[in-house]
């Protein structure tokens, strides 16, 4: 690779704040965003599985296949945007409730437990056997519910 | 699974809407936020590998490791999100430039230009060889700036 073009690639990064970020600790609304942007994609991803595991939708092992990987990385990617220092921001707007960090060991078993379920689903879709992964789907659904029942503000 | 938790799942599901998107096609403004998200945290995870390649946060192999590997996974999330119908959507802001549809080719290039320079980059992390992690980083930028530089409204 050229000098010039590793260059580019350098100033791209700077211009995009990136670097800067990366430099300092992340700004509580730039982690908001980011955990946001991590939700925005587990819905992207699920719900044609939830669709699929009640028969709303045909099932179609290859897109279930395909979310299913997406979800078991999407799965990890939320919860350090779960910062204290996230607790009081208020110039964004989010859901989050203050049970997070005051009952923080709850919030991690529930991550935990998300990232299992997802990671399992990855696996049991491999196996082709639709049931299996029917019931893996709800258990997943689960998981996504039980936090968001004990952390997050009811949706209107 | 009893049949009331997985009924509980169901009930998220639909709740979130999840269902409903994915019977018909996503609305233009989910498709948009959707493509958002998956860029929002390929930031997430390319900026510290810019400062690392730069020498400006210290090198760290296993933030590598994992940076590229969900980065790998994330390149291949916004690119449906860039459908016909979200064209002339005007209720969310984008920097979507209209080339994206007149040159499509061009575009579906880029994508998979990315695609591979970020899938290379997981591969090369796993070798722990620096010098080619850290030029292998580089070229990711440059997919990155390429594409944006062809697609994207110039950033202030």
């Not at 639709?130 to 009811?154: N, P, Y």
Request: glycine share 8%.
């Amino acid at each position: 690779m050229s000098k010039k073009v590793w260059l580019a690639g350098l100033s791209l990064a700077v211009g995009m704040g990136y670097v800067a970020a990366a430099h300092a600790q992340a700004k509580p609304e730039v982690l908001i965003k980011q955990r946001q942007a991590a939700m925005t994609l587990q819905g992207k991803y699920f719900g044609p599985l939830a669709a699929m595991a009640q028969g709303k939708a045909p099932y179609n092992k290859d897109t279930v296949a395909r979310n299913a990987e997406f979800l078991s990385v999407l799965s990890r990617m939320p919860w350090d945007g779960f910062a204290e220092s996230t607790k009081d921001e208020k110039t964004v707007k989010t859901a989050a409730l203050p049970t997070i960090w005051k009952d923080a060991d709850k919030f991690k078993q529930a991550q935990e437990h998300f990232e299992h379920e997802a990671s399992k689903l990855a696996q049991v879709s491999k196996s082709g056997d639709e049931a299996a992964v029917k019931a893996q789907i709800g258990a997943v659904g689960k998981a996504c519910g039980a936090c968001h029942g004990d952390f997050r503000e009811k949706q209107q």
